[in-house]
């Protein structure tokens, strides 16, 4: 049956496809970066780029079948659920990753290289992921949506990686030879990993909360709240 369309769902769709097609490039040239350059940070950026896009795409997909059908309670928990957990998965994998290649590179790594592009894609996604952390939140605050929520706080923890990755590589640009340099990147590392891990575990303990929790028509069909 096609569900009847809720305000602003139009907005959120466009939203959701927007943040797609803009995520969509960042692993290709975060890549092109990491090649250009030897910073612990910014290959661990590359793969957090790339488990992302993955989450965003299946939020997008979830949120488009939604909007078009009306699946009934018991399916829409079921697909609410794939794209919480693909944001937790999304913010897990990513930590782990930053994690082992801080301890991995810990002893042998000396940064140096180009990280000029890398740090232009950084700065650029702050800019942009810090809009869409905006964005979700006052769609969040508009209407309650556990799928909007979940990328509200996916992007949150964008923004504050994308911080953290601008601050080593800056500090790599400007003194690459420092003994300071070395630590400041790994330890950056470090501290964006544990980050993400404990934002996958808020998404991850959100996402069980909301399952064990029976869902209200009212709280389950946007198009009947007041």
Request: glycine share 8%; net charge positive.
């Amino acid at each position: 049956m096609v569900r009847a369309a809720a305000p602003g769902d139009a907005q959120r769709e466009r939203t959701l496809l927007v943040a797609l097609l803009l995520s969509a490039w960042a692993p290709l040239a975060t890549g092109v970066a990491v090649a250009l350059s030897h910073s612990t940070t910014q290959l661990a950026d590359f793969v957090r780029r790339t488990v992302e896009l993955v989450a965003i795409a299946v939020a997008w997909a979830v949120f488009r079948r939604l909007r078009r059908r009306d699946p009934g309670p018991g399916e829409r928990e079921r697909l609410e659920r794939v794209a919480a957990r693909s944001v937790a998965m999304a913010l897990a994998v990513s930590g782990a990753v930053m994690l082992w290649l801080a301890l991995v590179r810990a002893g042998t790594f000396t940064p140096g290289g180009d990280v000029r592009l890398g740090l232009a894609v950084a700065v650029l996604g702050l800019l942009t992921n810090g809009w869409f952390w905006r964005r979700y939140a006052a769609f969040g605050r508009a209407r309650a949506s556990r799928l909007i929520d979940g990328q509200r706080r996916l992007y949150r923890a964008k923004s504050v990686v994308d911080t953290c990755v601008i601050a080593a590589l800056a500090t790599v640009a400007v003194a690459p030879s420092h003994p300071a340099t070395r630590w400041v990147d790994l330890v950056g590392s470090l501290v964006v990993g544990l980050y993400l891990l404990w934002s996958a575990w808020r998404a991850a303990h959100g996402a069980s909360a909301a399952e064990a929790t029976p869902a209200s028509p009212t709280a389950l069909d946007p198009a009947r709240r007041g």
